[in-house]
């Protein structure tokens, strides 16, 4: 079955940085898109950042663009996100999720997701 394994959630201090990995596994990585979404409590969930299968168009959410970097590996069916000069309010549950059809901001659209990694920024 596909699993979507997160790994790098951490705690840390306001402005330093954090390297999210999702390891995928019983899906063709190279044929879906793949998005970062992230949670906080009482929140809804919300869109980061997403890449296409090739790695050669991104997209990002306004309140992160400059500060993330979402990037994949296709020889190792993983995708990244690179989180630098992190802030309070990016204190969440991170998802990834995968997405036959494109890299869309809505979660609706994708098939996948993985179960999270916790990521506290202090301020």
């Known amino acids: 079955q596909v699993q979507l394994v997160e790994s790098g959630g951490g705690s840390v201090q306001a402005g330093g940085s954090l390297r999210l990995s999702c390891a995928a596994s019983g899906l063709t990585f190279s044929h879906y898109a793949m998005g970062w979404f992230r949670q906080a409590p009482g929140k809804e969930r919300e869109f980061v950042a997403a890449?296409?299968?090739?790695?050669?168009?991104?997209n990002y959410a306004d309140s992160v663009k400059g500060r993330f970097t979402v990037s994949r590996d296709n020889a190792k069916n993983t995708v990244y996100l690179q989180m630098n000069s992190l802030k309070p309010e990016d204190t969440a549950n991170y998802y990834c999720?995968?997405?036959?059809?494109?890299?869309?901001?809505?979660?609706?659209?994708?098939?996948?997701w993985g179960q999270g990694t916790q990521v506290t920024v202090s301020s």
């Open positions: 890449i296409a299968v090739s790695g050669g168009y991104t």
């Open positions: 999720a995968a997405d036959l059809k494109g890299t869309g901001s809505s979660s609706r659209n994708y098939e996948y």
